[in-house]
């Protein structure tokens, strides 16, 4: 099983500044790494496919990049909206995998 | 918008069974990969199963054979059978799907709590 290890757990910063959460993988996954965005009671939100490409209606402050077993989620500016619980996901050899998260609060 | 709507959760002593289900609506359904996602309380999510347009299923290795998802294509459902249900399988389970395993639509979740 491929294990995602988020860092940091928890990524305290002001609206206005930039985010950089990391996510690191055991073995390669590719390209193949997802960000997911949750805030509480609600479902996860896709974000970012495929390392770096944005899904349907997500603001272009958000960014991915990365590949093999080291992804980058960038929030350019952070919007009071975006303090929230982040994951990445892995798709690779018929199984998925998440990580613990990264916790993004309000300093 | 795709629309996911779980029911069948609920509270079930350990060594008992629970059997999910997921409805569909606004998605050519026979074309889509399913997944069942869940998560703890307080805690990040766990990939539970997934299923093939044509059938096919995949699980984690940790499933360890208790859990089996299956559908029905012209029914436009998605089922979760849990067996043997344990202390650590309460959650919150999601019905899930999108384009090649990314998860774009999720459902609001149907709550599962094994307990005496």
């Known amino acids: 099983e491929i294990v995602l290890t988020q860092s940091p757990a928890t990524l305290s910063l002001s609206p206005g500044e930039r985010a950089t959460l990391s996510c690191r993988a055991s073995q390669s996954v590719s390209r193949f790494l997802a960000w997911y965005q949750q805030k509480l009671g609600q479902p996860p939100r896709l974000l970012i496919y495929d390392a770096s490409n944005r899904a349907t209606g997500i603001p272009a402050r958000f960014s991915g990049s990365g590949s093999g077993t080291d992804f980058t989620l960038t929030i350019s500016s952070l919007e009071p909206e975006d303090f929230a619980v982040y994951y990445c996901?892995?798709?690779?050899?018929?199984?998925?995998?998440f990580g613990q998260g990264t916790r993004l609060e309000i300093k | 918008e795709v629309q996911l709507v779980e029911s069948g959760g609920g509270l079930v002593q350990p060594g008992g069974s629970l059997r999910l289900s997921c409805a569909a609506s606004e998605l050519t359904f026979s074309n889509y990969d399913m997944h069942w996602v869940r998560q703890g309380t307080g805690k990040g999510l766990e990939w539970v199963s997934g299923i093939g347009a044509a059938g096919d299923t995949y699980y984690p290795a940790s499933a360890e054979g208790r859990f089996t998802t299956s559908r029905e294509n012209d029914k436009n459902s998605l089922y979760l059978q849990m067996n043997n249900l344990r202390a650590g399988d309460t959650a919150v389970y999601y019905c899930?799907?999108?384009?090649?395993?990314?998860?774009?639509?999720w459902g609001q979740g149907t709550q599962v709590t094994v307990s005496s």
């Open positions: 996901q892995q798709r690779s050899n018929w199984a998925i995998t």
């Open positions: 899930v799907t999108g384009r090649d395993w990314n998860f774009d639509s």
